[in-house]
């Protein structure tokens, strides 16, 4: 059934929250804080495998080996040109602040915490070559096998996440939903249109994206990474325009 591994990912992720905030009461703040800076490390590791596709074959061969970088630098300046003007990163808060309403009112859990947390999970969660790689399988028929890894990945980080950050990490399955849902009926529609060149320059771009998570995570920054999000789709477009040119 296409779409089952995205319901697979929500499902870990809700689970492995639940488990986390029932864990995460009885850790004192030092234990969670430790946590949360494991993960911070992690992803930094994860963002700087990801930017490795600049050196992907087909990509290069696509653009020229000094284009992809270029090609990087450019869909993050005109993502975040217009992620900024659109305030994606204030929406994503807002939305936070409004599920924490709904969602655990009457709970001790503060909103600048559940925001916290369904922020940056939701970033780390969407943002990622499993989650693009497996949604766009999933939806050309071609198994659930990448998206099962990611559900198993993501049922993991959640508990720890959760630990820290408390219930806006489960909320965070909702972004997962929809970004990967909409990227299934994507692949739906466009069939294999998305090259490998194509896919490494979303790679690239995602990894760049992950280590400004990472550093958000280990409070050394607050990158608005939600403002460079469009940076995922601009991308793509300059690599197919590039590689049209010549």
């Not at 808060?93 to 947390?117: A, D, M, N, P």
């Amino acid at each position: 059934m296409r779409g089952l591994g995205t319901v697979i990912n929500v499902v870990a992720i809700l689970l492995g929250s639940a488990l986390g905030v029932l864990i995460g009461h009885r850790l004192p703040e030092r234990t969670r804080r430790t946590v949360t800076d494991a993960l911070g490390l992690v992803t930094l590791v994860i963002g700087a495998l990801n930017v490795a596709s600049l050196t992907d074959p087909a990509y290069q061969e696509a653009v020229g080996s000094g284009g992809t970088l270029l090609i990087v630098l450019g869909a993050l300046v005109i993502g975040g040109i217009a992620g900024s003007l659109l305030r994606i990163e204030d929406r994503l808060e807002s939305v936070g602040g409004w599920l924490q309403r709904k969602l655990v009112r009457g709970t001790k859990e503060s909103t600048t915490t559940f925001v916290e947390g369904f922020v940056d999970a939701s970033l780390v969660f969407c943002i990622g070559p499993l989650a693009i790689l497996g949604s766009l399988s999933d939806g050309l028929g071609r198994g659930i096998d990448q998206l099962a890894l990611k559900a198993t990945l993501d049922g993991f980080a959640s508990l720890a996440f959760a630990a820290s950050l408390g219930w806006g990490v489960a909320a965070s399955a909702l972004s997962v939903g929809v970004w990967q849902g909409l990227l299934t009926l994507l692949s739906l529609a466009l069939g294999s249109l998305m090259s490998a060149a194509l896919i490494a320059s979303i790679t690239a771009t995602g990894g760049v994206l992950l280590l400004g998570v990472g550093l958000r995570l280990l409070g050394i920054r607050q990158v608005a990474v939600g403002d460079l999000l469009p940076a995922l789709i601009v991308a793509p477009v300059l690599t197919a325009v590039v590689a049209a040119i010549r």
